[in-house]
């Protein structure tokens, strides 16, 4: 008996030539079978609903795209775009009105607002439960996937768990004494490596063919703070899992070659990119890439589109990190870059394989996962580093070249300590000179409107900067970094009584960011998180911290 998915897909296929009618660019299809897509794993939306799902999103029924992305089929979905194909070409035929009778839209959660005179500390705690969720059974026609045990969201329009996110927001769960959420998610991302053999970018069946950055081993890091270094042993096997998917396909590259999310250098040395195995518009950003590609020249679209998708997978979507054209965001070349933050990240998962091996006594792949970290150490201390302006970049493979823009990602290697004394205090005197503003780490030096670039600084950079800095004899600098964030939180929150997703760091003014495909979204997360752990590392000995006014300058 064929599975249902292969009957959809059979239903999709027999509407191509519509969908390229529909298309404002006749270029865009319905989503083409891909290796990934013919598995097991639940169908995304665009492919589920083929034409259906374009007519919507072209339609702009919705002010957010991904609003349909989450909706849920009240029935069969080949049944519903059966019903779609007979009455759309009927008179007076509504599309809004057919969505609303076929499909369950995600519901708008009220907004939570803190009792009058709330601490900081005392609003991120009461926020935990609100942003906590459950997906232990979906609907079989839900792109949401179902985890076995309760997870934190980011909040606002970002209905389920993201994958780097996480961590950060688990940093504010160990704060908050809520281990057993931690331990929740740490096992939720463990499924998710059991089942798909990769963490997605969330668990929407759209996120399925990307991850984002791997925090996985970071993760395991924080719970074994906790539990002891059974975590490691514990969490061994889905380790190597991560581990696999990043560099799957390695052994079989020649110098100079890349396939998927690894790229194998002319000297040999192996590191990663970003990847996403689909190569047509983004599912929850489809007219958006769409859009862009109607842009885009002397290239092909779905080039363009795995280009886009890729960014996503970074969680830089989007910054003029992977632009050719620093305003010109259909210029994106997000594969052709080796990130530094990555393969920083990747350096720690080699080294947590190496430790657990060894506490599982398997000396042999102890052995070999601590040459393995040893040898991307050099490889990005030697390609990732730029010695004419003095600090750590991305670098492109196929120009073999550095590329010379100063990010707040060249922070990584000393958050995951690979970089030398000598690199890491240069790196400083660049991000001091050129990063920190009056309300803290900005992105980028770019003003272009992508979010991912000034005047925006995130949470998670923040920390990144702050722990590496730390690590390397810079608490000076790191202090003030964390404190110029936490008064941007504190002074936004004492006006708007929220924690929002990102912040204006340049100027004066401060308060909630803007820029990117979306509004600011409330919440949030991974600024939860940051927050409470930055109050807590400055905060004086046996005092516990509720505000930043707390925070004694000379601790």
């Known amino acids: 008996m064929q599975s249902v ?52 999103q072209a339609a702009k029924i919705f002010p957010d795209q991904k609003t349909f992305a989450d909706a849920i089929p009240k029935s069969d979905p080949s049944s519903i775009l059966a019903d779609w194909q007979m009455q759309k070409t009927q008179r007076n035929f509504d599309l809004r009105y057919f969505v609303t009778t076929n499909f369950i839209l995600p519901a708008n959660r009220e907004k939570y607002v803190p009792p009058a005179g709330q601490s900081l500390r005392d609003h991120i705690d009461s926020l935990w439960p609100v942003l906590t969720r459950s997906a232990i059974q979906t609907n079989q026609w839900d792109s ?44 939720n991302f463990a499924s998710l490596l059991d089942q798909y053999g990769h963490i997605p970018n ?21 719970l074994a703070q906790h539990q002891g270094d059974s975590v490691y042993t514990r969490y061994l096997t889905e380790m190597k899992k991560e581990y696999d998917y990043w560099m799957a396909d390695a052994d079989k590259l020649k110098p100079g070659e890349a396939s998927q999310r690894v790229v194998k250098l002319h000297d040999g040395a192996l590191l990663n ?35 886009l998708r890729a960014g996503a997978a970074s969680g830089w979507d989007f910054s003029s990190r992977w632009f050719a054209t620093p305003g010109d965001i259909s210029t994106i070349q997000t594969t052709r870059i080796i990130p530094v933050d990555l393969n920083s990240l990747m350096f720690h ?9 060894q506490l599982a006594k398997n000396t042999e792949a102890s052995q070999r996962f601590e040459h393995l970290a040893q040898q991307r150490q050099e490889a990005i201390n030697h390609y990732l580093w730029d010695n004419q302006h003095g600090w750590y970049a991305d670098y492109d493979w196929q120009k073999a070249a550095v590329r010379p823009q100063l990010t707040a990602a ?53 920390w990144a900067a702050v722990e590496g800095l730390n690590h390397y004899g810079k608490q000076a600098l790191a202090k003030d970094i964390a404190l110029r964030f936490l008064k941007n939180v504190q002074t936004t929150y004492d006006k708007e ?37 930055l109050l807590d590392l400055y905060c004086p000995k046996n005092i516990t911290c509720n505000n930043v006014s707390d925070i004694t300058q000379d601790q």
């Open 5 to 56: 998915a292969k009957r959809q897909w059979k239903t999709i296929l027999a509407f191509p030539l519509l969908v390229a009618t529909l298309s404002p660019l006749n270029t865009v299809k319905a989503a083409e079978p891909q290796q990934h897509m013919l598995s097991d794993a639940p169908q995304p939306p665009d492919i589920r609903l083929g034409p259906l799902f374009h007519a919507v």
């Open 144 to 187: 949401l996937l179902a985890l076995p045990k309760p997870y934190v969201v980011p909040g606002g329009r970002f209905r389920e768990v993201y994958y780097w996110d996480s961590y950060f927001t688990m940093l504010g769960l160990a704060e908050s004494g809520h281990w057993d959420l931690v331990q929740n998610m740490v096992e």
């Open 202 to 222: 969330g668990n929407r069946s759209y996120y399925l063919s990307r991850s984002q950055p791997p925090f996985f081993s970071m993760m395991v890091d924080l």
């Open 273 to 307: 990119r970003y990847w996403d195995s689909r190569d047509v518009p983004r599912t929850e950003s489809y007219m958006d890439d769409i859009a862009t590609a109607q842009k885009a020249a002397a290239r092909t679209h779905r080039e363009l589109y795995r280009d």
């Open 349 to 357: 998962l080699e080294q947590t394989l190496a430790h657990a091996n």
């Open 410 to 462: 060249a922070l990584f290697p000393l958050y995951l300590q690979v970089a030398t004394d000598e690199q890491a205090a240069k790196t400083a005197t660049a991000v001091q000179t050129q990063l920190v503003k009056e309300g803290g780490l900005v992105t980028t030096t770019q003003h272009n409107g992508q979010q991912w670039d000034a005047p925006n600084g995130w949470a998670p950079l923040q």
């Open 497 to 533: 009584h929220k924690l929002v997703e990102k912040y204006v760091v340049e100027g004066l003014g401060g308060g909630g960011g803007g820029g990117g495909e979306y509004p600011l979204q409330d919440g949030f997360g991974w600024t939860n998180g940051v927050t409470l752990k």
